[in-house]
């Protein structure tokens, strides 16, 4: 297995000053960065240039769910920062999605994707909210709709890569948070694999934080996780 460039560094930092000097000591051509709410609430905007910067592509983060006409307003600003991907949640609905499509329907614009059902949720948390579907039930549903909405991808569990991928189109692309190195911790994840299991089953890119930016040296461990894929 050739490794390129798939694993997305989540920056769990709640200021620019950590995120920056986190990032000081990390390859650029060996993985991508994802800003999400936390940071972005508090460092804004200039902190993605400043990323850009330093040579990384950024995944931004928000997991927009809003009325259509708000959601596209967002999109339209974030692609105006020069990000590589952005997000929205496939339970915003078609209207919803269709105006994200629009919005981003230009050469060169960000990777659009969809978050299906959160790692964090099982099938009480999803009974607590008044859905009857088990999370793979769920997940199939939104990706569906992604899939119909013209969208790039979705965020997906590990654990459902592989049904997905041998339904989706090839080019879909299908985003795993969740992903534990080896004898890692879960935290606070239920649904998780390892690297390399995550893209045998066809998971196109890993989202990984805590693993890498709480190590005692980052820069070793991403280095081993890209050894433990392609080994």
Known sequence: ?????????????????????FLENIDPSLCRVKVGKELFTSAGPDLIKKIHSQGYEVFLDLKFHDIPNTVAGALKAAADLGVWMVNVHASGGKAMLNASREALNFKDAPLLIAVTVLTSMGPTDLSQIGLSNNPQQQVQLLTDLAVNSGLDGVVCSAQETEFL?????????????????KGDS??????VVTPRLALEQGSN?????RPITQASNPSEKLDSIIQEIES
Do not use: H, W
């Open 1 to 21: 297995m050739i490794y390129n460039k798939q694993i997305i560094i989540a920056l769990d930092f709640s200021t620019e000053i950590a995120s920056l000097s």
């Open 165 to 181: 991928r041998s339904q989706c189109p090839e080019e879909f692309k299908l985003v795993t948070p969740g992903i534990r190195p």
């Open 186 to 191: 879960l935290d606070d994840q239920k649904r």
């Open 205 to 209: 890119f890993l989202v990984m934080g």
